[in-house]
């Protein structure tokens, strides 16, 4: 008797760590996002800046070169279109969202479009894989 209700407290105390430990669980993405205003470390690091101290981000990395930004995030807590609004919030345009105005006035003139008046280079066209 005195070793069944151990053995059933036991049981009943690994359950519950069990699904404690089970609700903790948070689902973590991984998305790609075109930010093809980005064209240089200074772009780079005014993302980066910018969007990792918000809630959720784990990881933000953006690669000037190919024009895309990765982000690694925590779903439950943000979602991938509030991210591109604080990437357009910095003033660089992000897949559908376009860049806000004033922030995109506010860049340095070396991380404007040329067709701005800015000293941006021009993103370089990478041609389609032949078939």
């Not at 699904?19 to 772009?43: H, W, Y």
Request: glycine share 6%; net charge positive.
């Amino acid at each position: 008797m005195k070793f069944t209700s151990r053995l059933l407290i036991l049981l009943a105390l690994v359950m519950g760590i069990q699904a404690v430990s089970n609700a903790q669980t948070k689902a973590v993405l991984t998305a790609t996002i075109k930010t093809p205003g980005a064209l240089c470390d200074n772009c780079k690091k005014r993302i980066e800046a910018y969007v990792k101290p918000y809630d959720g981000i784990i990881e933000i990395n953006v690669n000037y070169r190919k024009g895309e930004t990765k982000v690694k995030y925590i779903t439950d807590r943000i979602n991938i279109e509030e991210i591109k609004a604080y990437i357009a919030n910095v003033g660089y345009d992000a897949d559908d969202v376009l860049a806000s105005e004033d922030a995109y006035k506010r860049l340095p003139t070396t991380c404007k479009k040329a067709e701005d008046g800015g000293t941006h280079p021009k993103p370089k066209l990478v041609p389609a894989p032949q078939q």
